[in-house]
């Protein structure tokens, strides 16, 4: 989602004024992409970015993911055999919302190698790794010191939509939960937000948390956390997915956890050695069981959260959705290998 590549199509088709395309045109005029090199500091400048364990993997069907806008809607269309969903296992690394900041590492043509701040894990400390069409960020000075001096927006809807006005008239591009976004401006019904291209637009103010800067959400209870994850019951399992397009086991924990200001690491086998060890029988809501191989040894490979009367809630597999299920019950196999709190 470039915003201002989606106002001028607009604008191409008669759907906006030139007032609305003015506005979040005006900022800067710097291209997504151009410019940027190994070492610099980065923004995600789509609704979800997605990255790749390398460059080329990518079949015709997830071209969706691949543009500056993306269409989530019609990748996951493209996605809806399981055996297409599941050819993603192990080819996508993870993924990183409108507004991520990343670290870029590498640039080969038209990919860049990136690692995304705020997604803990061992293989990197700076962040995950991963590579994504170059396209799809944007070297943001004027977005980099709003981030860090500005009050910010949380989208707590599964999805919304940037608009060109505080009504919620000139719809421009859906986003994401748990995207942030510095604020510019508020009305009592809306909030205008600026984007890492340079633009701006507006979020309905009840599809967002507003926080002062350096402020952070007010830590959950364990049920806070469930009520989160409760939101994306029947969304269809997507490997590397941190967003309302899609989780895997792990980034829906994370994304959860994320939601309330809680930092947890971004894998399932980096999460189980993170946190409060819980035996079974001291099991609360909002803490999360660890699957690995038959009789709960050698590695993680997955993870639920559970929300009481012995059962749990989690993201699959390719050919199912979140779900809840006894999780005792679930595990035909015997892999239960322990439980974390993570709160």
């Given at each position: 989602m470039n915003l201002r590549r989606t106002t001028v199509a607009l604008l191409a088709a008669g759907l906006v004024g030139a007032s609305a395309g003015t506005a979040a045109a005006a900022p800067h005029e710097a291209a997504q992409g151009h410019g940027i090199?190994?070492?610099?500091?980065?923004?995600?400048?789509?609704?979800?970015?997605t990255l790749w364990v390398e460059p080329g993997l990518d079949r015709p069907v997830d071209a969706p993911s691949l543009t500056n806008p993306v269409d989530l809607d019609q990748w996951n269309r493209n996605l809806a055999d399981?055996?297409?969903?599941?050819?993603?296992?192990?080819?996508?690394?993870?993924?990183?919302?409108?507004?991520?900041?990343v670290e870029v590492t590498e640039v080969d043509g038209d990919w860049a190698h990136v690692v995304v701040e705020g997604q803990d894990t061992p293989r990197d400390d700076r962040?995950?790794?991963?590579?994504?069409?170059?396209?799809?960020?944007?070297?943001?000075?004027?977005?980099?010191?709003?981030?860090?001096t500005r009050p910010w927006a949380q989208v707590t809807d599964d999805k919304t939509w940037l608009t060109g006005t505080p009504t919620g008239a000139q719809p421009l591009s859906e986003i994401s939960f748990n995207t942030r976004l510095p604020v510019l401006a508020e009305t009592p019904t809306a909030v205008r937000v600026a984007l890492p291209d340079?633009?701006?637009?507006?979020?309905?103010?009840?599809?967002?948390?507003?926080?002062?800067?350096?402020?952070?959400?007010?830590?959950?209870?364990?049920?806070?956390?469930?009520?989160?994850?409760?939101?994306?019951?029947?969304?269809?399992?997507?490997?590397?997915?941190?967003?309302?397009y899609g989780f895997d086991c792990s980034g829906f924990t994370y994304s959860v956890h994320r939601a309330h200001g809680v930092s947890i690491p971004r894998d399932s086998s980096a999460?189980?050695?993170?946190?409060?060890?819980?035996?079974?029988?001291?099991?609360?809501?909002?803490d999360l069981l660890f699957f690995a191989e038959p009789g709960g040894v050698g590695s993680v490979h997955h993870v639920g959260m559970y929300v009481g009367d012995g059962r749990m809630i989690h993201?699959?597999?390719?050919?199912?959705?979140?779900?809840?299920?006894?999780?005792?019950?679930?595990?035909?196999?015997?892999?239960?290998?322990?439980?974390?709190?993570?709160?």
């Open positions: 090199e190994a070492g610099d500091h980065a923004f995600v400048d789509v609704t979800t970015a399981t055996e297409t969903r599941r050819w993603l296992t192990g080819k996508l690394e993870t993924q990183a919302v409108l507004g991520s900041e962040g995950y790794p991963g590579w994504m069409p170059v396209d799809q960020l944007v070297a943001g000075d004027r977005f980099d010191t709003l981030t860090d340079g633009s701006h637009a507006w979020l309905e103010q009840d599809a967002v948390d507003v926080y002062g800067q350096g402020e952070q959400p007010a830590a959950p209870a364990g049920d806070d956390l469930v009520a989160t994850g409760k939101q994306f019951l029947g969304l269809r399992y997507l490997w590397a997915g941190v967003s309302a999460q189980a050695a993170y946190g409060q060890d819980v035996a079974v029988e001291d099991l609360q809501p909002g993201a699959p597999n390719a050919s199912e959705s979140v779900s809840i299920v006894d999780w005792q019950e679930w595990d035909t196999d015997d892999e239960f290998s322990g439980a974390k709190r993570m709160i």
